[in-house]
């Protein structure tokens, strides 16, 4: 008896501890937050939240269109969940040089919409290995040198040498009382 109340504590205890939890994944309206910027050059990324605050627990297909100056449009194009994070979605570059008012809206069930103004420019080419190269070498870095490189060796000579410290070492016996 005392094994059945105990085994009927502990379902109660993990039904108490579960229930909350999968109640409140349940509790949005699917109204969504989303925040465009742009990334730097020539393409969009849209952080979309739950109005709460709460992450999205599945994949939102999210629509973009953009305007700018002299009646340059672009989409609508479909927004690709990416790796970053959930709810984090990137467009790819899609927009030419210039300032554009980037819209994104989520498609039914969900609601949302937002519109942004975001610049869009030439991205930055890598420098050529030459001038990589001249950086590489004023800044002292080598590959391979380092302090870092020694630590290992130092370390593992500084416990050999505790190690033998202490099995060297004279060791005090007990002769039973006498001295």
């Known amino acids: 008896m005392r094994l059945t109340r105990g085994a009927v504590a ?12 999968a109640g409140a994944a349940q509790a949005h309206d699917r109204t969504l937050r989303l925040e465009v910027a742009g990334d730097g050059a020539t393409g969009v990324t849209v952080q979309a939240t ?29 927004l690709e969940p990416v790796g970053e994070g959930q709810g984090f979605y990137f467009s790819g570059p899609v927009l030419t040089p210039g300032t554009w008012q980037v ?6 069930p969900y609601t ?21 190269e001249r950086a590489e070498a004023a800044n ?3 590959s391979g040198a380092g302090w ?9 000579a500084v416990l050999a040498l ?18």
């Open 103 to 108: 819209t994104v809206s989520a498609p039914a």
């Open 162 to 179: 505790a190690v033998l410290a202490v099995a060297v070492s004279p060791t005090r016996r007990r002769t039973g009382g006498k001295v």
């Open 10 to 21: 502990v379902l109660v205890g993990l039904l108490l501890a579960i229930l909350p939890a």
């Open 112 to 132: 949302g919409a937002t519109t942004a103004e975001v610049r869009a420019v030439e991205g930055q080419a890598p420098p050529p290995a030459e001038l990589a």
């Open 50 to 78: 739950y109005t709460d605050g709460h992450r999205l627990e599945s994949v939102v297909r999210l629509v973009l269109t953009a305007t700018a100056e002299g009646g340059r449009t672009v989409g609508p194009t479909q």
């Open 148 to 156: 870092w490189r020694w630590a290992l060796p130092i370390g593992l």
């Open 140 to 142: 002292g870095s080598s």
